[in-house]
């Protein structure tokens, strides 16, 4: 958990220390897909141990084929920042992914990233404005990935290879 540890010193002396750690998700519930290969594990950095889901059926047209929800605990509350780092790629052109985290003050999932999935791997940085929100009082974080068709996608079942989904916490 702790590969990338940052102490910032400020010009003026300690006053001013901020540490930032890399947390992936603790835990993952496919609510629709199928995992082909990998684990929690693989999204954990870059290094081509790769989380691989199959696209799920879809009961009705309002299902997304990849829906899972996690948990990332960074263990404190009120972070000053967090970045999203993503880096993944799609079998097939025409798909869009989605990445949500909860709102603990409005109680609902709040969209933080939205994108293509590149059909060549590439990692993405996203920065996540006032994270305070997003964190319990037990420095949990509910998060949410989903995957949509928006076409046109060539193969009936295609996957999602994820070499990293993990969120730069900076407190
Ligand atoms: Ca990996």
Redesign the pocket.
Known sequence: MKNRLVLALSAIGLAAMSFAFVFGPQSLTVVRGQVVSGNLG?????????LVVRSGVRVTTYDNPIDILGQVVCGQPNPSSIVLRIEDNASTSGLVEYVEMWNWSTNRFEEVYRGAIPTTETARQIAVPNGGRFTNSGGQMQIRYWVDSRGPVLTPTWTVSL??LTWDVNF
């Open positions: 693989s999204l954990l950095s870059s290094d081509n141990n790769r070499d990293e």
